[in-house]
Protein backbone atom coordinates (compact mmCIF):
# COMPACT_ATOMS: atom_id res chain seq x y z
CA UNK A 1 0.00 0.00 0.00
CA UNK A 2 2.95 2.48 0.70
CA UNK A 3 4.27 1.74 -2.48
CA UNK A 4 0.94 2.21 -3.79
CA UNK A 5 0.73 5.72 -2.33
CA UNK A 6 4.35 6.56 -3.39
CA UNK A 7 3.95 6.02 -7.23
CA UNK A 8 0.49 8.00 -7.12
CA UNK A 9 2.43 11.05 -5.77
CA UNK A 10 5.02 10.64 -8.50
CA UNK A 11 1.87 10.23 -10.97
CA UNK A 12 0.61 13.20 -9.94
CA UNK A 13 4.08 15.88 -9.81
CA UNK A 14 4.51 14.69 -13.50
CA UNK A 15 0.70 15.36 -14.24
CA UNK A 16 1.67 18.51 -12.35
CA UNK A 17 5.17 18.98 -14.19
CA UNK A 18 4.05 18.04 -17.97
CA UNK A 19 0.94 20.51 -17.47
CA UNK A 20 3.31 23.62 -16.26
CA UNK A 21 5.63 22.57 -19.23
CA UNK A 22 2.44 22.87 -21.45
CA UNK A 23 1.50 26.25 -20.21
CA UNK A 24 4.73 27.77 -20.34
CA UNK A 25 5.20 26.83 -24.12
CA UNK A 26 1.78 28.65 -24.92
CA UNK A 27 2.11 31.61 -27.34
CA UNK A 28 0.15 33.56 -25.10
CA UNK A 29 -0.83 33.09 -21.27
CA UNK A 30 -3.56 36.28 -21.10
CA UNK A 31 -5.96 37.93 -23.11
CA UNK A 32 -3.71 40.85 -22.02
CA UNK A 33 -1.22 39.59 -24.06
CA UNK A 34 -2.71 40.13 -27.47
CA UNK A 35 -0.65 42.13 -30.17
CA UNK A 36 -4.10 44.23 -30.02
CA UNK A 37 -6.23 45.93 -27.74
CA UNK A 38 -9.78 46.18 -27.78
CA UNK A 39 -9.46 50.11 -29.04
CA UNK A 40 -6.97 48.72 -31.99
CA UNK A 41 -10.05 46.39 -32.81
CA UNK A 42 -12.74 49.31 -32.52
CA UNK A 43 -10.87 51.39 -34.52
CA UNK A 44 -9.81 49.14 -37.52
CA UNK A 45 -13.52 48.00 -37.72
CA UNK A 46 -14.88 51.45 -36.99
CA UNK A 47 -17.19 50.34 -34.43
CA UNK A 48 -18.46 51.63 -31.23
CA UNK A 49 -17.70 49.67 -28.10
CA UNK A 50 -20.21 46.57 -26.91
CA UNK A 51 -20.37 42.73 -25.84
CA UNK A 52 -19.42 42.13 -29.16
CA UNK A 53 -15.46 43.16 -29.10
CA UNK A 54 -15.29 40.94 -25.73
CA UNK A 55 -16.60 38.15 -27.70
CA UNK A 56 -14.27 38.93 -29.99
CA UNK A 57 -11.20 39.68 -28.20
CA UNK A 58 -11.67 36.20 -26.51
CA UNK A 59 -12.41 34.46 -30.13
CA UNK A 60 -8.84 35.85 -30.94
CA UNK A 61 -6.99 35.00 -27.49
CA UNK A 62 -8.45 31.26 -28.52
CA UNK A 63 -7.36 31.08 -31.96
CA UNK A 64 -3.52 32.30 -31.16
CA UNK A 65 -3.35 30.10 -28.03
CA UNK A 66 -4.51 27.08 -30.10
CA UNK A 67 -1.58 28.09 -32.49
CA UNK A 68 -4.13 28.77 -35.61
CA UNK A 69 -2.92 32.45 -35.85
CA UNK A 70 -0.04 34.12 -35.35
CA UNK A 71 -0.25 37.09 -32.44
CA UNK A 72 0.37 40.34 -34.28
CA UNK A 73 -1.70 42.78 -35.05
CA UNK A 74 -2.38 42.67 -38.34
CA UNK A 75 -2.83 39.21 -38.28
CA UNK A 76 -5.53 39.80 -35.56
CA UNK A 77 -7.19 42.58 -37.37
CA UNK A 78 -7.54 40.87 -40.78
CA UNK A 79 -9.46 37.58 -38.34
CA UNK A 80 -11.26 40.34 -36.68
CA UNK A 81 -13.02 41.32 -39.49
CA UNK A 82 -13.50 38.06 -40.98
CA UNK A 83 -14.84 37.15 -37.62
CA UNK A 84 -17.48 40.42 -37.12
CA UNK A 85 -18.81 39.44 -40.86
CA UNK A 86 -19.63 36.15 -39.32
CA UNK A 87 -21.05 37.10 -36.08
Given at each position: ???????????????????????????????????????DVMTGLDKKPGPWLGKLLKELELKVVLGNIDNNKESLLEIAKIEMEAM
Open positions: RNNYQRKDRVSKENKVEEALIRYEGLPIKSIRELAVTGN
